[in-house]
């Protein structure tokens, strides 16, 4: 099934292999996710459409949201504008951003900021009773809004899932914990052959009934929430359960992915060893934003030589200036220096962090912490409109899995956040809208044509492997190539292999999860072989300079015949 040239684009499967679907149910929507975007879009939906579902692969607190440090970003203080958010936002994605969707995010960004608080969020507060703001890397104002310090993600997270939990036993919401979704279901192909709109999803309950527990869920519309591609990598910030489900399930569908090559590596994530595995402690850049100095091994600061902001720089400025240093001075990690800032201020401006650096041996009051850069968040994902909308009719996207075009080719620090909360709100609107007056509605779903696959979980440290020495923080077209080559090589096939009579691999949770960690991968490789460019979250050693001819989104999709079709957009 895949090709063998690393410069020729791979087919992938369309479909998963998974048992037919048990048991069916059918709702007016369908949101996958709880994190921000998902919450928002499920509670918008709740009170507009008859019926909405939302699924969530582990509890409704699980998800990425919880884990933000930093904060999200408006612009609250009268003397800040949605104006100059936006020219910070343009300056952090490096030519790539769309200004509209930007434009949107900005605007309405401090009405959701506001009405986040209405629903319950407690954010932190200066003497005057007025919400406190701080800067973080890449910021010109204070617009950052925190809570408890450094555990904002998990502040709004909670108030979001009470919300949802008053509702829980409404008729109109039915919520299904520790269920991951499988594949899109489409209707009937169009006159191009390509698969038909969307039509619901197919999900596997995980730890109920039986291990192959697979039922269909049929919807109107389906909003995929489903955070980031981590675990694509050998080591990230993400949670386990961010193994690009969203993104490998809606290119199988035939949906329309951009920007997939930007991957954000954060600068400073706790270095505890070279074979430490899956989620690393992230050291926020609100530590940097309150003055933290970043120091190579031999106690230099070198970051004032890199850019005028220096510890202050665009997150991929600081990560590659960072694994720079690393080589020049053969170390594997550098410094993070906070001292200076006074152990009262620092307990209790960044609890969350002090706590679990002491959990490591490491008192950030006291000592220089050990950072490397590590995979944070993915720039790119599915192709939306300014309502969130996919190329394929029916399927919406939001938060990290959505190609908005706010981010462009690097995301500003803390506005991750604030993209899942607006374009969730958008989303749900605009379903709610065209369900109204009948755009959207039932349909039958029909099998897709291509191949299905499933990857033995045993390969997934092979994945991951590939995934870091290819398309990681610094990357070359020869490191592209072999990674690309090592991907074709992974067997698709699992469920038909036999070692002694014994199938490598059986349709499962695990196999289901390396199968889309081996899809995205091998997307994100091929994108980033084919931007013979550096720009923001992509960097490569052999072509070290940004290029105007690259100032483009790079979309990629599946053609008939499951080969990976790359097209150049233009930015509007």
């Not at 809004?145 to 997270?157: K, N």
């Not at 269909?216 to 519309?221: E, F, T």
Request: some cysteine; charged content about 20%; aromatic content about 4%.
């Amino acid at each position: 099934m895949q090709a063998t040239s690393g410069d020729t684009p791979p087919r992938l499967a369309t479909r998963l292999v998974a048992p037919p679907a048990g048991w069916t149910i059918e709702v007016d929507a369908i949101v996958v996710g709880s994190g921000i975007a998902g919450l928002t879009a499920a509670l918008e939906l709740r009170t507009r459409v008859p019926r909405v579902l939302l699924v969530t692969k582990d509890l409704l607190g699980s998800g990425s949201t919880v884990w933000a440090q930093g904060g999200i970003a408006a612009a609250l203080d009268p003397e800040d504008s949605p104006a100059a958010h936006l020219a910070d936002t343009l300056v952090a994605g490096a030519g790539l951003c769309d200004p509209r969707a930007v434009e949107v995010l900005v605007t309405e960004g401090p009405a959701r900021v506001r009405e986040l608080v209405g629903l319950g969020a407690v954010f932190d507060t200066a003497p005057d009773g007025q919400i406190s703001l701080t800067r973080e890397g890449g910021h010109h104002a204070d617009r950052i809004v925190h809570a408890g310090g450094d555990a904002t993600g998990a502040e709004i997270s909670r108030a979001l899932v009470a919300q949802i939990e008053a509702v829980r036993e409404d008729p109109g919401i039915e919520i299904i914990e520790h269920a991951l979704v499988l594949d899109v279901l489409t209707g009937p192909p169009g006159p191009d052959g390509r698969p038909g709109a969307a039509c619901g999803v197919t999900l596997h309950v995980i730890g109920e009934g039986q291990r192959d527990g697979v039922g269909a869920a049929l919807g109107k519309a389906v909003i995929f929430a489903t955070g980031g591609i981590g675990q694509v990598f050998r080591s990230s910030t993400n949670p386990p359960q961010a193994t690009g489900d969203g993104i490998a399930a809606a290119l199988r569908a035939g949906a329309v992915l951009g920007d997939v090559e930007f991957v954000q590596f954060h600068p400073t994530v706790l270095w505890l060893g070279s074979g430490v595995k899956g989620q690393l402690t992230l050291v926020s850049e609100a530590v940097r934003g309150e003055g933290a100095l970043l120091l190579d091994t031999d106690g230099v600061r070198f970051m004032p030589d890199v850019h005028p902001m220096a510890e202050l720089a665009p997150r991929d400025v600081v990560a590659h200036a960072i694994v720079r240093q690393m080589a020049a001075t053969g170390s594997d990690h550098v410094w993070l220096d906070a001292r200076h800032l006074g152990a009262e201020f620092l307990r209790k401006r960044f609890p969350t962090i002090h706590e679990r650096l002491l959990e490591h041996g490491i008192d950030l009051t006291t000592d220089l912490v050990p950072v490397a850069p590590a995979q944070h968040y993915h720039s790119g994902g599915v192709v939306t409109d300014l309502v969130g909308r996919s190329s394929l009719r029916g399927l919406y996207a939001a938060g990290e899995v959505a190609c908005t075009g706010v981010h462009g080719a690097n995301r500003l620090a803390s506005n991750s956040l604030l993209e899942g909360l607006v374009f969730a709100h958008r989303a749900a609107r605009h379903i709610t809208e065209q369900v109204a007056v009948g755009t959207l509605h039932h349909q039958d779903p029909v099998q897709r044509a291509g191949d299905e696959a499933l990857v033995a979980a045993a390969s997934r440290s092979r994945v991951q492997r590939l995934a870091t020495d290819g398309p990681g923080v610094l990357r070359s077209g020869d490191g592209l190539r072999r990674a690309a080559a090592g991907l074709a090589a992974v067997p698709t096939d699992a469920h038909q292999r036999h070692d002694d009579d014994r199938l490598l691999a059986a349709p499962q949770v695990a196999e289901w999860e390396t199968t889309n960690v081996h899809q995205v991968a091998s997307v994100l490789t091929a994108t980033a072989l084919a931007r013979q460019e550096s720009r923001g979250g992509h960097a490569r050693s052999d072509f070290p300079e940004p290029d105007e001819r690259w100032r483009l989104r790079l979309h990629a999709r599946l053609g008939e015949d499951g080969r990976l079709e790359l097209s150049r957009t233009p930015i509007d």
